[in-house]
């Protein structure tokens, strides 16, 4: 029986002997080794680098260029701890402007931006503020 819980995270595995005795005479024992390995569940979630990326693109770039590469780490294991990157359409310009690479963080511009769209914006992701200035 568990007095607490189970943390991969600062012990992946625990260690014991188990020994089995019977009732006649002589006593007879047998003795086991025994190893519990701790399998991860996911209860961490990804925690970003930094708070706030911020970058700075002249408006007459060229397509495909690397907006910023984000940055997130994530201590669980194995698919758990695998972290895939997904761009919020939270702004119309951010949707239309930039993708954002699922695996590599790579933030990158989709097509010509122009000052109509204003000297900087903002978008929010998991927490993340990122802000894009044009220059």
């Known amino acids: 029986m568990l007095t607490s819980g189970l943390d991969r995270e600062s012990t992946v595995e625990h260690r014991t002997s188990v020994t089995a005795c019977d009732g006649g005479r002589p006593r007879l024992t ?19 680098e930094r708070s706030v990326y911020s970058a700075k693109v002249t408006e007459n770039c060229d397509v495909g260029t690397t907006v910023m590469r984000l940055s997130a780490e994530d201590r669980d294991e194995g698919d758990n701890g695998r972290i895939v990157y997904s761009l919020l359409k939270t702004t119309p310009v951010m949707s239309e402007l930039c993708i954002i690479t699922s695996v590599s963080s790579k933030l990158t511009q989709t097509k010509k931006w122009v000052s109509t769209i204003g000297p900087s914006f903002s978008y929010r992701h998991d927490g993340v503020i990122s802000i894009i200035e044009l220059l």
Do not use: G, K
């Not at 991860?40 to 970003?48: K, S």
């Open 30 to 48: 047998a003795r086991l080794d025994v190893v519990v390995v701790i399998t991860d569940a996911n209860d961490h979630p990804p925690v970003f």
